[in-house]
C-alpha cells in the first residue's frame, strides 16, 4: 500500500494520527459487540475493571498517593518506586471502557459505579502533584523528594509516561480536563530538566524504562504542543548512548538506529520500539522507519515463540539470544506481549503490511490471553511453554500459577487496558477504502463506508461481511488480511469467487459497492502440525499441535494415568477436531494419536550409549486432547506442555 498522508479521521483510542501522519493507514472505527472478544471483554468489564479499586487499595496504591497529598498518616506501601502505574494504568483501562458508554457489558448502575472510581481515583492523583508539577510518590515519601538521581532503576519518566497515557484516554473519552492537566504539568517539568548538553537544562539522560518517549507522542496528538513531540525523539534518540552505563538492559547499548536485533529487557525495548514507529510517522523519519522493519523481522525470525511470547530469560526479563527459546523457563511475560501488539499495530498502520497484523493475531489469541483467566480474577505474569511433571512451584509474581495480584502488579491492569481499548487495534482505513486486521462480530467503520460482520471466529473459520453504509460516488476497496496460517481459502462476493491473495497477505475487493452487498469468507481451519526453526535447540525433534490462529497445549487433568513428560505424539495419524462446549467456557480441541514411552530403568544413572533406542519408543497408546493454550490454568494444577515430541 502506498505511503500517503491521510485526511482520514483517526478514532479517539490510543493511537490518534495527527492529519499529517506519514502512514499508508489510519485507524477505523470497530464496535464488538458478539462472539469471543465481546465476551472476553464483558469479562474485564463486568469482573476485572470493577475490582481495581479495590485491589490497589489492598495493596497500598491508593494510601501511597494520599499520603503524598498529605491527607493521610502512615508510610509508603509497596517494594517498588514504579507502583503508581498500577494506578495509571487502571485509570486507562477504566476510561477506554466508559469510552464506549453503552451500559451492555457491566448494567447502567455498575457503570456509574465505574465512572464515580475514575474521577476519585484521577482526583487522588491531581492531590499528589507537587506545586512544580513532579509526581512520584516513591520519591517523594521514601527518598526524602530526592529526583532523577537513579535514572536506571527509579522509573519516574516511566511512571510519568503511564500517567500520560492514563490522562490522554480519560480526555478522550471523557472530555474532562481535570487529568490530562496533570499529565501537561508533569510533561512541561519533564522538558524543563531534561535535554542535550548546552540546551540550558540540567540533565542529559534517559530512563531505564522506556515508556515516557510513546505516550509523549501521543500528547503532542492531543494537545498540538510540538515541543512534546521534540522531547519524545530527544529520549529516544539518547538511548544507546552509555548515559546508563551502556547496559544493553536499558537499550543503552547501541543506538536504536544502528541495532541489528532486539536485545534486553523485553518490555522497555518494545515500548522504545513503539515510540520510534509513532515518530517515524508523525516526524517522516524513514531511518526510524527503516529500524523498526529491521529490528521487527529480527524478531520474529529469531526471538520470537510460537504463542507471540517474548522474552528468554527470567533473569532480567531479558530476550536472550537468537534461536534461545526455552520452554519450561521461558519468560514470555504478559506485558511484552502487550507491548508486541502496541509496536506491531503501530508497524501496521506505518506501512500498510499484513504481517504486523499477522503478529498481532497470534499474540492476541495465545501469549496474551493467557495472561488472564476466563473469570478474570487470576493473572499469569509468565507464560511457559512447559510446565514438568513434580513441578514445585513456590509462587510469587513468576509462578506458572494463577496469582490473584503481584507484589509487581505491572501484568494485571495492563490486560484490562488492552482488552478495554482492543477495537481500536482492528481495523483501518486509507483513501481506497477500509482494510480488516482482525476478524470479530460488530461493525467497522471509515467516515465513509461501515460494514457489518458476523463470525465464530476462531472456532469456526467463516466470516460474513454485509456493506451497510457506502458512498454512491464510485468504487471503494475492501481490504481482507489473509492470515499468514491460513493455506487455502475462498472468498465470495456476489458471482465472484476468490481463492488466493496478494503477496502481501492482503485480498482487496475493489468495486461499486451497495448497502447489503455480502462478502462471505471461509478460511480452513484444519487442525496441523507445525515445527520449529531446527535452531531452536529446546523442540528439535517435536512439533506443536495449531489450529487456526490457536496453538494448543495438553494439561495433565485430561490424560489421567499418569504425567505428560513421557508422552510421545504420533505424526503420522490424523488430527481430529472435536468442539466441546462443556470444557473450560466451550472451546474446541483436538484430538490427536501417542503412547506413554515406556523408558527402561537404567539403575543410579540416566545416561546410556546412544545405540538401540527402539525399546524407548514402544509404549502404551494414549488419546491425546489438546486445549487451546490461552485456557490453560484454569483447572487444577498440573503438568502442561506444547511442544511434543515425535520420538
Not at 98 to 106: E, F, I, K, P, S
Not at 171 to 177: I, Q, Y
Request: hydrophobic share 35%; charged share 25%.
Amino acid at each position: 500500500m502506498p505511503r500517503t498522508r491521510s485526511a482520514l479521521p483517526s478514532p479517539a483510542g490510543p493511537v490518534r494520527l495527527t492529519p499529517d501522519a506519514r502512514t499508508a493507514l489510519r485507524p477505523a472505527a470497530v464496535t464488538v459487540d458478539g462472539g469471543f472478544w465481546h465476551d472476553r471483554r464483558a469479562t474485564n468489564a463486568r469482573v476485572s475493571l470493577p475490582q481495581g479499586p479495590d485491589l490497589l487499595e489492598s495493596a497500598g496504591n491508593l494510601h501511597n498517593l494520599r499520603l503524598a497529598a498529605g491527607t493521610a498518616e502512615g508510610t509508603f506501601q509497596g517494594a517498588y518506586p514504579f507502583v503508581d502505574t498500577d494506578v495509571y494504568k487502571w485509570l486507562e483501562a477504566a476510561s477506554w471502557h466508559l469510552a464506549r458508554n453503552t451500559g451492555g457489558d457491566t448494567g447502567e448502575g455498575a457503570e456509574a459505579a465505574l465512572a464515580a472510581d475514575v474521577a476519585r481515583i484521577a482526583a487522588l492523583v491531581a492531590d499528589a502533584q507537587q506545586p512544580d508539577g513532579y509526581l512520584n510518590t516513591w520519591f517523594q515519601l521514601v527518598k526524602g523528594g530526592e529526583r532523577y538521581q537513579d535514572l536506571r532503576w527509579g522509573h519516574e519518566l516511566y511512571c510519568a509516561g503511564h500517567l500520560i497515557q492514563a490522562a490522554v484516554a480519560h480526555h478522550r473519552s471523557t472530555s474532562r480536563p481535570e487529568l490530562l492537566d496533570v499529565a501537561r504539568k508533569f510533561a512541561d517539568h519533564i522538558d524543563s530538566v531534561f535535554g542535550l548538553p548546552g540546551s540550558g537544562r540540567p540533565i542529559d539522560g534517559i530512563d531505564g524504562h522506556p515508556e515516557v518517549e510513546t505516550a509523549l507522542v501521543e500528547l503532542y496528538r492531543e494537545t498540538g504542543e510540538r515541543r512534546y513531540l521534540d522531547l519524545a525523539g530527544y529520549f529516544v534518540d539518547r538511548h544507546g548512548h552509555g548515559l546508563l552505563g551502556g547496559d544493553a538492559y536499558c537499550q543503552d547499548r547501541v543506538p536504536l538506529r544502528a541495532a541489528r536485533n532486539v536485545e534486553g529487557h523485553a518490555v522497555r525495548q518494545l515500548y522504545l520500539l513503539a515510540a520510534a514507529a509513532d515518530l517515524a510517522a508523525e516526524a517522516g523519519d524513514a531511518e526510524l522507519r527503516a529500524a523498526g522493519e529491521r529490528l521487527w523481522h529480527a524478531m520474529t525470525t529469531t526471538k520470537t515463540h510460537l504463542t507471540g511470547g517474548l522474552g528468554a530469560h527470567h533473569d532480567q526479563e531479558d530476550f536472550g539470544d537468537p534461536y534461545e527459546l526455552p520452554n519450561e523457563r521461558a519468560y514470555c511475560e504478559t506485558c511484552a506481549a502487550i507491548a508486541s501488539v502496541q509496536w506491531s499495530w503501530r508497524m501496521a498502520l506505518l506501512t500498510g503490511e499484513a504481517r504486523y497484523s499477522d503478529l498481532i493475531e497470534r499474540t492476541l489469541y495465545n501469549g496474551f490471553l493467557a495472561g488472564v483467566s476466563l473469570d478474570g480474577e487470576r493473572w499469569l505474569y509468565v507464560n511457559p511453554l512447559q510446565v514438568r511433571d513434580g513441578h514445585t512451584d513456590t509462587g510469587g509474581d513468576q509462578s506458572a500459577r494463577r496469582t490473584r495480584w503481584f507484589r509487581c502488579a505491572c501484568c494485571p491492569p495492563n490486560v484490562m487496558r488492552l482488552l478495554a481499548s482492543l477495537e481500536h487495534y482492528l481495523a483501518s482505513g486509507d483513501g481506497q477504502g477500509l482494510q480488516i486486521h482482525q476478524f470479530v462480530t460488530g461493525t467497522y467503520a471509515t467516515d465513509r463506508v461501515r460494514v457489518r460482520a458476523e463470525t465464530d471466529y476462531p472456532w469456526h473459520g467463516t466470516i460474513a461481511f454485509t456493506v451497510e453504509e457506502t458512498p454512491s460516488d464510485g468504487p471503494w476497496t475492501l481490504s481482507l488480511r489473509i492470515p499468514e496460517w491460513c493455506r487455502e481459502f475462498r472468498v465470495r462476493c456476489g458471482a465472484d469467487t476468490y481463492d488466493s491473495a496478494a503477496d502481501d497477505g492482503w485480498l482487496r475487493l475493489s468495486r461499486s459497492w451497495t448497502p447489503g452487498d455480502q462478502v462471505v469468507l471461509e478460511l480452513a481451519m484444519e487442525p496441523r502440525l507445525t515445527a520449529a526453526d531446527p535452531r531452536v535447540d529446546a523442540v528439535r525433534g517435536c512439533v506443536a499441535i495449531e489450529r487456526g490462529p490457536l496453538v494448543h497445549c495438553l494439561e495433565q487433568v485430561d490424560h489421567p494415568g499418569g504425567g505428560l513428560d513421557d508422552i510421545v505424539l504420533d505424526p503420522s495419524r490424523p488430527l481430529a477436531v472435536k468442539h466441546r462446549p462443556d470444557l473450560l467456557g466451550g472451546v474446541t480441541t483436538v484430538v490427536a494419536a501417542g503412547r506413554r514411552r515406556r523408558v527402561p530403568d537404567r539403575g543410579w544413572w540416566p545416561y546410556a550409549p546412544a545405540t538401540g533406542p527402539e525399546s524407548e519408543l514402544d509404549g502404551e497408546p494414549v488419546e491425546l486432547t489438546a486445549i487451546p493454550y490461552h485456557v490453560w490454568a484454569n483447572r487444577e494444577d498440573g503438568s502442561m506442555r506444547v511442544w511434543l515430541p515425535t520420538s
